[in-house]
T-cell receptor
Framework: QKEVEQDPGPLSVPEGAIVSLNCTYSNSAFQYFMWYRQYSRKGPELLMYTYSSGNKEDGRFTAQVDKSSKYISLFIRDSQPSDSATYLCAMSPNAGGTSYGKLTFGQGTILTVHP | AAGVIQSPRHLIKEKRETATLKCYPIPRHDTVYWYQQGPGQDPQFLISFYEKMQSDKGSIPDRFSAQQFSDYHSELNMSSLELGDSALYFC??????????????FGPGTRLTVL
């Protein structure tokens, strides 16, 4: 079983919809949580970064972390066709450990927002 | 803002040949990570360097080696290439200076095709 499981999708929504992307994880050492967006044949682009339970908002994006349930989510409000991409959750352990910084990714969710 | 630079962007090699991939981190970033992403897969961590020393090692084959140089650029050397090595290879960089978040920023990737 993978350390990080992500709803694979694909997800297809109309423009303007609210999108919910989710990941669960099993490794309690994960303390840093990120969401990346990846367009086809491009490098992952950092969207959100958080290390505490709760919500973090940035424009149309909200990252939610629930460490007690080992569950993270990314919400996209007022989705646009330009949001169509693969979304990857990623996690890394505590600072200071030998694996500090090493990212473990979810499988990615392909999102299509149609006009 | 300056981003991570990777070269070459595309590389075609024959089986059993050798390839060298280069990564130039964001200025003042001291940490470099290498990831391999197969078709339809999430990125898999290969190896990382902090201040020119190897800091962590993932699922990197013994045929691969890497190093970080005094100017912080890194090279991934791949020998005895196999068909299964065909993938996107991403480099990411971050800063572990006090007060930084060690957030990883990814380059555009090198697409390696082994024939």
């Amino acid at each position: 079983q993978k350390e990080v499981e992500q709803d694979p999708g694909p997800l297809s929504v109309p423009e303007g919809a609210i999108v919910s992307l989710n990941c669960t994880y099993s490794n309690s050492a994960f303390q840093y949580f990120m969401w990346y967006r990846q367009y086809s044949r491009k490098g992952p682009e950092l969207l959100m970064y958080t290390y505490s339970s709760g919500n973090k908002e940035d424009g149309r994006f909200t990252a939610q972390v629930d460490k007690s349930s080992k569950y993270i989510s990314l919400f996209i409000r007022d989705s646009q066709p330009s949001d169509s991409a693969t979304y990857l959750c990623a996690m890394s352990p505590n600072a200071g450990g030998t694996s500090y910084g090493k990212l473990t990714f979810g499988q990615g969710t392909i999102l299509t927002v149609h006009p | 803002a300056a981003g991570v630079i990777q070269s070459p962007r595309h590389l075609i090699k024959e089986k059993r040949e050798t390839a060298t991939l280069k990564c130039y981190p964001i200025p003042r970033h001291d940490t470099v990570y290498w990831y391999q992403q197969g078709p339809g897969q999430d990125p898999q961590f290969l190896i990382s360097f902090y201040e020119k020393m190897q800091s962590d090692k993932g699922s990197i084959p013994d045929r691969f080696s890497a190093q970080q140089f005094s100017d912080y650029h890194s090279e991934l050397n791949m020998s005895s290439l196999e068909l299964g090595d065909s993938a996107l290879y991403f480099c990411a960089s971050s800063s572990r200076l006090a007060g930084s978040t060690d957030t990883q920023y990814f380059g555009p990737g090198t697409r390696l095709t082994v024939l």
